[in-house]
């Protein structure tokens, strides 16, 4: 499966347009890393636990895109973008999504 943020890609043609797909999470904040994040608010420095949670929220909400395409015959996702928005107190949506085409 092609993912790509781009429209077209170059040297391929769209044979077919299958529309929208998309994935999302949502996901809550870990007391644990709570913790961790309010020693670095004082001190400083990257919140680790906060990159890592965000990095298999998107992982997670892409592989959810993909799964989509694939059942409706996509070879490949164009024009791929990103959303995030808070929920609720502690809680935060990844949410993707693209164009499913068929490429030559």
Not at 54 to 71: F, G, W
């Given at each position: 499966?092609?993912?790509?943020?781009?429209?077209?890609?170059?040297?391929?043609?769209?044979?077919?347009?299958?529309?929208?797909?998309?994935?999302s999470t949502v996901r809550a904040k870990h007391v644990g890393r709570d913790i961790a994040a309010s020693f670095k608010n004082v001190f400083g420095g990257e919140l680790?636990?906060?990159?890592?949670?965000?990095?298999?929220?998107?992982?997670?909400?892409?592989?959810?895109?993909?799964?989509?395409?694939?059942?409706?015959?996509a070879n490949a996702i164009l024009n791929i973008r990103f959303s995030t928005s808070s929920l609720a107190a502690g809680a935060a949506e990844i949410f993707v999504y693209g164009s499913a085409v068929v490429l030559e």
């Open positions: 499966m092609l993912l790509t943020n781009l429209e077209v890609v170059p040297g391929r043609r769209v044979k077919s347009h299958l529309g929208l797909v998309q994935g680790v636990g906060y990159t890592e949670l965000l990095n298999d929220s998107r992982d997670e909400a892409i592989e959810r895109m993909k799964q989509q395409a694939v059942s409706i015959g």
